[in-house]
């Protein structure tokens, strides 16, 4: 049995006395306990944080890339160990795994070039003998609040742009997979960076209550369930911090007539049912449009779905693994009963799944259900399991109406072979990240990340030049170089006014 501390300045100190299980969902046994930190640690955490920012602030941009150009190969040299250890902690496959890895490395090579990337703005003449320009400077210390289902991905999101921008930063992740966090500040640290800078405290909600209400905490980036990402943006901001919350989701995936529809099973085999379906950006509903296109492509389905392999995380033949925990194995057969019971056809049953000789893993077969409504719970709710729902759609206008009614935004796609058809529901459609022939378009490191409507919440999304943006603050110096003698003569005057 492990024990999993809090990765802080001068070591964890005086412990809450309370932990949470870590278990490994191949097996459903306890692996490791991690203890679960207070106001208090958290604010130990906060006054190291304090003592190493601004120095770190003033240090050079090309400097701090250097550090991050270190941190990229460490996470290189340790992709196995990383993907190893957080396979055994989520249940994900270790390709998958490294995926999650990866992923986040992406943004942190983006952050390589900070240098670039903050530049500010400058003007020549704004007035007589005036330029204007712009600079932009860290806030201070900022705080990420991750969820389970991507423990390397997403701290990296967060921590890679803020420390590049100057700030400090402190990690709260999920206490489900908590091992890999604590793993990557290790690596951070061997990189060459301060003590101090980056650190992981471990917590429930007293945790992060502490976070949103410390007051020289200033800006907090959260991803998980929508409620709580509500309830994350408004306590937060109504104490005076930046905020951006990511929520839930339920993307869609329209498939019109004319689609090669081998490639979009295909397509829709991993966007659905990849690591579990608990990916924010899983593709959960799909949407044929006629019944034609609705026959033709569950009639291919049905045998690529029924010849999914589910298996432990370590099985290099798997194509996906257990659920995180046993309540959420019982969460989503719950909402497959719900489905049922509102009149969906269960067309392929995962519920009861167990797989020989790890009868106590947390494993959901995939799940298929046709004649899925919009009125159904389980259709206007999140799963976040390996269940696919097909919404039948009678034409491309009612197609483009599903995702945009939705209360979630996150992601969409469509699949077709028609450049205009394509065009318009990406300039129409009420979500924040469309993909065409693309299942699960997560945009790239120099791009951005953020949904719309309850998906997201704050105005300014992950990575990429919005995550420079969320991490610093402009400010805009005018600047004048008298040259008179004294007598008047330059005196200053509003440009605007000259």
Not at 324 to 330: D, Q, S
Not at 380 to 394: D, M, S
Request: hydrophobic content about 40%; aromatic content about 8%; some cysteine.
């Amino acid at each position: 049995m492990r024990d999993i501390d809090h990765l802080i300045v001068g070591g964890p100190g005086v412990a809450t006395g309370r932990t949470k299980d870590v278990y490994n969902p191949s097996t459903g046994e306890v692996q490791a306990k991690v203890a679960l930190g207070d106001a208090a640690l958290l604010d130990r955490a906060v006054q190291a944080a304090k003592k190493v920012q601004s120095e770190w602030a003033m240090t050079n941009p090309q400097k701090r890339a250097r550090v991050m150009f270190r941190y990229k190969e460490l996470i290189e040299a340790n992709m196995d160990d990383l993907a190893r250890l957080l396979s055994s902690e989520h249940g994900k496959v270790i390709d998958d795994a490294k995926g999650d890895v990866q992923r986040g490395l992406e943004v942190i090579e983006y952050a390589c070039g900070i240098p670039q990337v903050q530049k500010g703005e400058y003007t020549i003449g704004a007035g007589p003998g005036i330029d204007v320009y712009s600079m932009r400077q860290p806030l201070g210390i900022g705080a990420g609040i991750t969820p389970f289902n991507f423990p390397a991905m997403i701290p990296m999101w967060m921590f890679g742009m803020a420390i590049a921008c100057g700030n400090a930063f402190i990690l709260k992740p999920s206490e489900r997979d908590p091992s890999v966090p604590v793993r990557l500040v290790e690596l951070f640290l061997e990189a060459g960076a301060p003590e101090g800078l980056l650190q992981c405290v471990h917590g429930d909600k007293e945790m992060v209550d502490a976070i949103l209400d410390h007051p020289d905490i200033a800006a907090i980036s959260f991803v998980g369930s929508s409620d709580i990402a509500h309830y994350v943006y408004k306590r937060g901001v109504d104490n005076g911090k930046r905020v951006q919350a990511m929520g839930g989701a339920k993307n869609h995936g329209i498939v019109m007539p004319d689609a090669d529809l081998d490639q979009v099973v295909n397509d829709l085999t991993g966007a659905a049912f990849g690591s579990a379906g608990e990916r924010c950006m899983a593709l959960p509903v799909v949407v044929p449009v006629g019944d034609d296109t609705a026959e033709r492509l569950k009639a291919k389905l049905i045998p690529a779905i029924e010849a999914l392999r589910v298996g432990v995380s370590t099985d290099p033949e798997a194509h996906y693994g257990p659920v995180v925990t046993a309540e959420h194995k019982a969460r989503v057969e719950q909402w497959i009963d719900t489905a049922e019971k509102e009149g969906g056809e269960i067309v392929i049953d995962g519920r009861g799944f167990s797989l020989q000789g790890h009868e106590k893993g947390f494993f959901v077969g995939p799940t298929l259900i046709d004649n899925v409504t919009t009125d159904m719970e389980s259709y206007k709710e999140e799963i976040f399991g390996p269940v696919l729902q097909i919404v039948r759609a009678k034409d491309f206008e009612e197609a483009l109406s599903l995702p945009s009614k939705h209360q979630y935004g996150n992601g969409v796609a469509i699949f077709t072979r028609n450049g205009h058809a394509a065009r318009e529901f990406a300039a129409r459609v009420n979500v924040g990240m469309v993909g065409i022939n693309v299942p699960i378009p997560v945009p790239v490191s120099y791009h951005s990340f953020g949904g719309w409507k309850r998906s997201a919440f704050g105005d300014t999304n992950q990575y990429g030049t919005e995550g420079m943006k969320f991490w610093t603050k402009v400010k805009t110096v005018t600047q004048r170089w008298p040259d008179g003698g004294g007598d008047g003569s330059n005196a200053f005057v509003i440009p605007t006014m000259g």
